[in-house]
């Protein structure tokens, strides 16, 4: 199973560094013009100098302030503008032939996000938005990703009951627990109570000495901090809902608290109602069009997932489906940027 899973996971990353290359080369070429849009909305997560773990299964959530940085110089250098993501929808709306618009959005609210990246956003004069899940600034939820990292880090195996009886994980090498993560994933995304998933997961993390809460509060901006990051110009931030969680797998009532409960506890920090959501996951498998619906009902300008792709004006006949491209740890290279904008990726994907 570990082999399998590796060697998944490594075909999968040569695909992806082949269609970036490709998609670079034809960009360069004047190929697939039709395919870049008017804009782009970037995805983010971590921002921080990197430190090198031998088992890194979130790497790819995490880019370096100094890729961040390049990232901005390159797309300015093809001519984008950098708009805050609530406006993006007015701008291009009166766009000239030719002009290009960028946003940057970082979800989950990370302490780095004031430390490392509010510096580059504000010396380049870039505005972006934040998106907050208020369970995870006040301590209420933890990261799963996060805490199963660290649980799988410090183990040389692991006994966990997924449903069907206990079985002992194997986490000798960093293959073994990659496999492990990926299990514990499926099943948290994957069944029909994540936060029962999330639980278990949590007291297992406990019953080894780490502290899911703990790592929360050491990632996560506190309140008082996310209204010191309100204060700044460039800055916005917008709802992630309270707890994280997939709101396609909710019921309709509970999904409606999400969302409204969350833009009600970031009103409650900036004193103005958030413009912006972003679903949590953002897949297929996370947000359905009833959760276009209720972002609409619920009055934002704009809601993101993490399908990919890039805008057009028409992009914003459904203003609460909006596609991003992620800026992904694993390909930190600068003409990966301008392949990504292209959208040659995507066209390539959907063929």
């Given at each position: ?14 695909v ?131 805490t ?59 019953a ?21 990051l ?31 409960e969350s ?14 959501f ?6 297929r ?17 704009v ?42 990726p ?6």
């Amino acid at each position: 199973m570990p082999i399998r899973s590796v060697m998944r996971q490594g075909l999968k990353r040569a695909v992806i560094t082949g269609g970036l290359e490709f998609a670079h080369l034809a960009e360069r070429a004047g190929l697939m013009t039709s395919a870049r849009g008017q804009g782009a909305i970037f995805t983010l997560h971590h921002v921080r100098p990197k430190v090198p773990h031998a088992f890194d299964p979130n790497a790819h959530l995490e880019i370096t302030p100094d890729f961040l940085d390049a990232a901005i110089e390159h797309l300015r250098a093809e001519g984008y503008q950098f708009v805050a993501l609530a406006d993006m929808p007015a701008r291009m709306a009166v766009a000239r032939p030719g002009e290009r618009f960028a946003a940057f959005t970082l979800d989950d609210g990370y302490r780095n996000n004031a430390v490392h990246a509010q510096p580059v956003f504000t010396r380049q004069k870039v505005p972006f938005t934040v998106f907050v899940a208020p369970g995870l600034s006040c301590g209420t939820h933890g990261l799963w990703w996060e805490t199963l990292a660290e649980l799988l880090r410090a183990l040389p195996h692991l006994e966990f009951d997924f449903g069907s009886g206990p079985v002992t994980m194997p986490l000798a090498t960093p293959f073994q627990k990659q496999a492990a993560f990926d299990r514990f994933a499926a099943f948290i995304r994957s069944g029909p109570d994540e936060a029962a998933a999330v639980e278990k997961l949590d007291a297992a993390a406990q019953a080894h000495g780490i502290d899911p809460r703990m790592i929360t509060e050491r990632l996560v901006l506190r309140e008082p901090e996310l209204k010191s990051l309100a204060l700044n110009p460039f800055a916005a931030l917008g709802a992630h809902t309270v707890s994280h969680r997939a709101l396609a797998m909710l019921g309709d009532g509970e999904a409606r608290r999400e969302m409204a409960e969350s833009a009600e506890r970031v009103a409650a920090l900036t004193g103005r109602p958030p413009e912006a959501f972003a679903y949590p996951y953002g897949d297929r498998a996370a947000v359905s069009p009833r959760e276009h619906r209720l972002a609409a009902e619920l009055g934002f300008r704009v809601a993101v997932t993490t399908e990919p792709g890039t805008l057009s004006p028409r992009s914003f006949d459904a203003p609460t489906a909006l596609p991003r491209i992620s800026l992904n740890g694993l390909y930190q290279k600068r003409k990966y940027v301008g392949a990504l904008a292209s959208g040659i990726p995507f066209r390539l994907m959907r063929r």
